[in-house]
């Protein structure tokens, strides 16, 4: 037999086995209704509208209250340097120290100089004290009439000159220790402290590195209060003010935060059609540079929502059990928004008065019927 007979003959074969099968099934077969797996152990609610709070979101990041720029006060070689970028530090800690060989050598010299006044003073002050007790004892002599007028008068002029030498004495004294004073706090500049407990951010000098007044340092910010900066739309203008309690949310580490609007800026950014809102927020483990969104009440609306123990993923895809009137679960697609307590907003995919299994939903299956009676 040939090739073209053999595959004449085995489609010829082909084309009859359905007609054979056809003819062997059981006429009544196709009459019996669809066997269906039941769902046991679920609970079902009709989806309908709820009035919730709304909002309207904008985006920011999260900055210290007060930041700071260290900068030198005096020239010299820096010679420690005490903190490390990142860390923690206290109000009071030294953090640079700067050796200045000229602030040491007016300190030493001030010094010098107030140890030769207090001498001097303590001096006038004891050819004042023989001056008066002369004095006292020549008016006794003088009103005795044991001396001449002239030789009390010439006492009594050495005495207002001992008490004027220890009048210009006494001011070169409060110099020498104001100049003291001086030297001391501007070698003080030397040694550069926190002025807050916070934490540095950001070193801009090394060790022997020379720095000269106005020298950036080291910055540092005060970790004890944050403000988030956003920038919100301009047609919220006249619904966002001063005082108003929002909510923020941390996007990297999912806290809720509770914060109030600190200034809302009038001025409106022509480029982007913002303008500029500051929040205060309290919380742990916050720092700046963080992005997190904020949300401004606005009212009530009703939205969709369904619990979210209804909502199942699978993969990439979010979706509902849907049950109709026969009982029957069907899994259909949704568009989620966003999370309200323990709800969860349907955008689209459902209308309100369907029936969903909101319990044991990750036991259903597509095509399941719901055991009567539940």
């Known amino acids: ?30 009459k019996t ?32 209250k007060t930041v700071s720029t260290l900068s030198s006060r005096t020239m010299g070689t820096v010679t420690a340097i005490n903190f490390t970028e990142g860390a923690p530090v206290k109000a009071g800690r030294v953090l640079v120290t700067i050796e200045s060989l000229d602030a040491s050598e007016k300190v030493a010299g ?6 030769e006044s207090k001498k001097a003073l303590e001096a006038a002050g004891e050819n004042l004290g023989l001056m008066e007790a002369t004095l006292a ?17 010439t006492i009594e002029s050495r005495a207002r000159t001992a008490k004027l030498e220890h009048e210009r004495v006494s001011e070169a004294a409060n110099r020498a220790t104001s100049g003291t004073t001086e030297a001391r706090v501007h070698k003080g500049y030397a040694s550069v402290t926190a002025p807050y407990s916070g934490v540095v951010t950001e070193k801009k000098i090394d060790i022997g ?70 929040v205060a927020l309290g919380g742990n483990d916050l720092r700046s540079g963080l992005y997190a969104s904020v949300r401004f009440p606005a009212g009530k609306k009703p939205l969709l929502v369904v619990p979210s123990s209804s909502v199942i993923k699978k993969g990439q895809l979010i979706g509902v059990y ?49 055991g009567r009676g539940q």
């Open 1 to 30: 037999m040939s090739n073209k007979a053999i595959i004449a003959a085995l489609l010829a074969l082909m084309s009859a086995s359905p007609m054979l099968s056809g003819c062997s099934e059981d006429p009544g077969k196709n």
């Open 209 to 278: 590195a020379l720095a000269s007044p106005g020298t950036p340092l080291l910055t540092i910010e005060d970790t004890s209060s944050f403000t988030l900066e956003a920038y919100a739309d301009e047609r919220l203008a006249a619904l966002i003010k001063p005082g108003m309690g929002v909510e923020a949310i941390i996007e990297s580490t999912g806290q809720r935060l509770s914060g109030r609007v600190t200034e809302a800026s009038g001025a409106i950014n022509p480029s982007t059609r913002t303008f500029l809102v500051k």
């Open 322 to 370: 849907v049950v109709d009137e026969q009982l029957v679960a069907t899994y259909r697609l949704i568009r989620t928004g966003r999370t309200i307590g323990a709800n969860v907003e349907v955008i689209s995919g459902l209308d309100a008065g369907e029936q969903i299994i909101t319990k044991g939903a990750d036991g259903a299956f597509d095509g399941g019927i719901i």
């Open 137 to 153: 004892r020549y008016k006794k002599l003088y009103e005795g009439k044991a001396i001449s007028r002239h030789e009390f008068e």
């Open 33 to 64: 209704a669809i066997e269906r797996r039941p769902i046991a152990g679920v609970t079902l609610a009709r989806v309908a509208l709820v009035e919730t709070d709304d909002y309207i979101e904008a985006t920011g990041t999260i900055k210290a």
């Open 110 to 115: 001030a010094e010098a100089l107030q140890r």
